[in-house]
């Protein structure tokens, strides 16, 4: 099973979340670094099952955390 661990004390920024994303799941060079392109990739790109480890959440601004999270749980 894929394991993807995100430390949130190390992301700044929204496109940093989709780096690692794309880093950790050998995500393809056409993502498109939005909500739309992440639901695709969970969906039906990346290997399932996944885990999607959040570590230090709080620590990511909370309007990106909003925006991101609801496509994560789904």
Do not use: C
Not at 6 to 16: G, N, Y
Not at 25 to 51: K, R
């Amino acid at each position: 099973m894929l394991t993807v661990v995100f430390d949130f004390r190390k992301i700044h920024q929204e496109s940093r979340f989709y780096q690692q994303l794309l880093e950790q799941t050998s995500g393809p060079a056409s993502f498109g670094y939005n909500l739309d392109s992440l639901w695709d990739w969970l969906t039906g790109g990346m290997a399932l099952p996944a885990v999607l480890e959040l570590n230090h959440l709080p620590a990511f601004p909370q309007a990106m955390i909003r925006r991101i999270l609801p496509v994560l749980v789904q």
